[in-house]
């Protein structure tokens, strides 16, 4: 017996009826979304405690198997994806908020826990945890992509609300990081360091996450806009306003026509338009409305449209989250890229521009939908699997869209990681000098590599 | 000659006038503010370029002489002292404004640019940069020390504003980190790493950091109370309804004494006093003026006082700036321990009460000061260095509050950092795994360890 089979006999020992190795159970384990594999790790583990991952690290560490944690399986780089098989950690189970601490907006919760179950939870208190990336994520899964969603451009993403963190090492040690206090120099950010290492480092069990107080109004509106760069424009001089919007996200004619479709929208138009939210005292939220409906109006924007009550509300937004369903929907079967590139607000128009066009160039009707306050977006590339020159196309106008985002002083991924498709684009952004200080981090911390391997950089 | 002479002395013949070993050159960056020693860098270098950054680091990792980067010096902890000797590197010369982006509120700066320098560059632009620890620091300092001051209640601390960095690495390589897109998920957060590292992972040669606009309307006031309970009672209840103030100082009657007496102040009592600032609209500010109004009458706080103008407001601050010198004044020829503690907002009247409990049982009649928003304050504890009682209930005092602070969740630094004083406490709060954690990435990057050794933790 090998070394690897006789740590997986070890865990199977130990673990009982939470260790599987059945086919059905690794398949379900084997990747996110948007990354196809035929690769399956060796087995599944169930875990519901921190000791119980320290417990099971500990012996992958022994034996060196690679570990990869699973939260939801929403991850879109293949981060869940097993390149050297190992073991999948699932922490679905994890799913106990542990404290609300209303009096300091701060809560900790286990990092099987959603943000969905998280603000199920906190319904009656007052308090809200607005990150919402479209999948209902697992927490541990949001902090180690660095994730974010609608609400970033008002309450900022993984990287601002997680306060403190609790992580087992690669050696199956138990650490806690940050802590409750608003600020703190004691030390090395190693909270930061785990938020986006994408599971490279250790397994999140634990996380302490700001909260926000419920605002005492909430307005949403939508407004459409005769092109995209209108639409982009009058985002550009909000934010250069500085209008605190909760929301403002951008769908282009495409992906609107795909929504109105595949959420049976009424009374909406398949033009560019923007879905915005408002938080606020009433007189702030008035002020930032007619601030605006004012710049809206000088890029001939459409007269806002109002979704008066929660329920049109929500709506609203479910058709925003289902977005990414919507726009595969367009092309029954195919496959997607869906981009991720942000850039400075200043840069956003243009770069949009650019996406569009070259689009067009090579044959594509994309869906684009973005964060437009953070200068985000995405661009839904359709493609056969089938049709190689498809493929080709498709891999062409990412590829150009990171190359002309790096040119404008952006980033290749605003908030789904770099996984394993992104690895080039990296070293292209951060230069080798910055990569290969990642990467003594990763060896330092994680010498056996057995930390989701492969992920981020190869070593 | 010895490796460090000979290190030296090639520093001496490729840096020519920019090198000094002379004694007062040597002196004056022997240590910072508030931490007494008699160690002396063997030598100092006073470089204007990251380039020569580089060329220095690379000689010193050849000749493994440590190095400590000085910029203003106005640390509190001791990171300056060089306790192995070496090579003290002063970055002051490099104090040129790069860039100044007003459309994304970003500007690039070099690391001796001090924050009233940037402000002032800044003057015609409509943005301002707030963070203020007391002193004129360097922003590479402040990035290093993870400082932050009396805005960050709104504005955040260094960990918040600092987008990016220029960072020369311990063997001489210059890498970037983070970037210009208000959010990324491309791989590990070393700009995180290295703020509030302390240079003891590289020396910061460049920053870009967050700026923000002028708001639209500034007032500030002060308001005083009974006791320093029901002040701090008052911010708390401010911070539970979310109101956003700009910044909000607590001053114990000790404090406000000191600080009427050394900066004239007219019209004031000495009695516990908060300093406030409201930003944002005209309509936001007059909402803000009306919440706090109303609360700080529920503590019983006087009627509030405004600072009407621009010079009535400098006057305010400048005083607030002054508060530690002021403190110093009370006891001539002393010296003082400036205590730290930061807690959740929810403990911080009982927290400060502790302090002041303390410190009458002690015998001390102690200056207090905060940045209560935060949960973070400054007790000043005078002591003259030759009575030895005197000295060991200082430490005594400081020592208790530590241990109250860590007991309420909080940390034994809010903004000063860890240095040489409070390495014990580190362990104590973070534990031993994390705090082996912090070293294991300190060897990675520093296997010499050249940079600013013995800060932090002991390797």
Redesign the interface.
């Known amino acids: 017996m090998n070394s690897k089979a006789q740590g997986l006999e070890q865990l199977k020992q130990v673990f009982g009826s939470q260790f599987s190795d059945h086919l059905s159970a690794r398949k379900e384990h084997s990747c996110g979304e948007s990354y196809v594999s035929d690769r399956l790790p060796d087995a599944v583990l169930m875990l519901d405690s921190t000791q119980a991952v320290a417990q099971a690290v500990s012996i992958c560490s022994e034996f060196s198997i690679p570990i990869i944690a699973f939260g939801t399986g929403t991850s879109l780089e293949g981060q869940l994806v097993p390149i050297r098989g190992g073991l999948s950690i699932d922490l679905s189970g994890m799913n106990q908020v542990l404290e609300v ?1 209303a ?2 907006f ?1 809560v900790k919760v286990e990092a099987g826990v959603t943000r969905e179950d998280l603000n199920y939870n906190l319904k009656n208190s007052g308090l809200f945890f607005p990150l919402d990336p479209g999948a209902n994520a697992s927490l541990g899964g949001m902090a180690s ?4 969603g609608t609400n ?2 008002r309450y900022g ?1 993984m ?2 609300v997680v306060l403190g963190l609790t992580v087992v ?1 690669p050696n199956g ?5 940050g ?12 909270t ?2 785990y ?3 994408e599971g490279t ?1 250790g397994i999140i069990t634990e996380l302490r996450l700001r909260v ?2 419920v605002p005492e109004q909430i307005r949403a509106a939508v407004c459409s806009f005769p092109s995209v760069s209108q639409a982009a424009q009058c985002v ?1 001089e909000c934010m ?1 306003l ?1 209008v605190p919007l909760a929301r403002v996200e951008l769908l282009n004619s495409c992906q609107m026509g795909a929504c109105i479709k595949y959420s049976n929208l009424h009374g909406f138009k398949a033009q560019p338009t923007l879905f915005m939210e408002f938080h606020g ?1 009433n ?2 939220v008035k ?1 930032q409305v007619a601030s605006v409906e004012s710049v809206a109006k000088d890029h001939e924007g459409d007269d806002f449209r109002w979704a008066e009550n929660l329920e049109r509300r929500n709506e609203l937004w479910t058709a925003r989250h289902q977005a990414w369903f919507a726009g595969l929907a367009l092309n029954p079967g195919a496959n997607a890229i869906s981009t ?1 590139v ?5 840069k956003l128009a243009f770069c949009i521009e650019l996406a569009e066009a070259k689009a067009a160039e090579l044959g594509f009707n994309c869906p684009l939908v973005g964060h437009v306050g ?3 977006f995405h661009l839904i590339i359709p493609f056969y699997s089938d049709q190689p020159e498809q493929v080709k196309a498709a891999e062409e106008l990412s590829h150009y869209l990171v190359k002309q985002a790096l040119a404008l ?10 996984g394993l498709r ?1 690895k080039a ?2 070293l292209e ?3 080798v ?6 990467g ?6 994680d010498p056996k590599n057995i930390m989701n391997p492969g992920k ?2 190869d070593l």
């Open positions: 601490n009096e300091d701060d992509t660095r994730a974010s970033a451009v993403t990287k601002e090492t040690d138990v650490i806690h990081t802590g409750r206090a608003r600020k703190s120099a004691a030390g090395y950010d190693l930061h360091l938020v986006g290492a480092l926000f107080p550009i250069q500085a005292s007189t702030s002020e991720d942000c850039v400075p607000i200043s953070d200068g985000n002083s952006g980033t290749c991924t605003g908030e789904h990681g770099i992104k684009y990296l952004e951060h230069g000098h910055a990569v290969q200080t990642m003594l981090i990763k060896r330092a911390l981020i950089f």
